[in-house]
């Protein structure tokens, strides 16, 4: 019992993920590939993951490190 056993089973699960196909939501694929049109709302949820805000990211980090 030891390594051919576990190798085996290995393989197995190898091979169960090499074929394994789930079902594809084209329509979900499509909507992201087409441009997200809740993106502005989503931006104005988390201004934070803007890229426009990026110069703001500089001062955070200036910020710390002078409380540290």
């Not at 085996?8 to 169960?16: I, L, P």
């Not at 594809?24 to 694929?29: F, K, P, R, S, V």
């Amino acid at each position: 019992m030891g390594r051919g056993r576990q190798k085996a089973k290995h393989t197995k699960v190898a091979r169960d993920l090499k074929y394994f196909s789930p079902d594809t939501n084209y329509g979900a694929l499509e909507r992201e590939l087409s441009g997200n049109p809740r993106l502005e709302e989503d931006l104005e949820k988390w201004p934070e993951y803007s890229d426009d805000d990026a110069e703001g990211d500089d001062d955070l980090d200036e910020d710390e490190s002078k409380t540290a």
